[in-house]
């Protein structure tokens, strides 16, 4: 495979990591947004039970100390193209720069698990509606 196309699909999964982060910091933003502002469809069981798996697949992951998958996979493609992990084009730069923070993993378990609560509190005060059962 060109180098070219292992970058390519690096930036693709880079790509898919941020719209993941987007769906679930953007979502509980809805979520709560929505809570204020009338929107039902911020109530839809599917749309809640997806952002709940979400995060909660986020929150396990920084427990047990575990690198995101997508982020194992992008910077193998680096790797394998023979390009610094941190280098590349504008757009991995970018999307980099809003991903990738230093800080002890400590933090981002606290983070992520602050986060979690409040997607988990959402279900409360923003609860989902029941799926309509066809007979």
Known sequence: MSPQLLLLLAD??????VLFVAFVVL????????????????????????????????VVQSWLGMVCPLTIW?????????????????IQYWLHNLLYFTAPEWVFMLVYTLFGS????????????????HH
């Open 118 to 133: 409040l997607v988990v509190a959402s279900w409360f005060v923003v609860r989902p509606r029941p799926r309509p059962r």
């Open 74 to 90: 992008e910077m193998a493609l680096r790797a394998k193209a023979g390009v610094d992990t941190y280098g590349g084009s504008f």
């Open 27 to 58: 979502g509980l933003v809805a979520i709560y947004a929505g809570y204020f502002l009338g929107w039902r469809w911020v109530r839809n069981s599917f749309f809640r039970i997806t952002h709940l798996c979400a995060i909660v697949y986020v």
């Open 12 to 17: 693709a999964i880079l790509f898919i990591h």
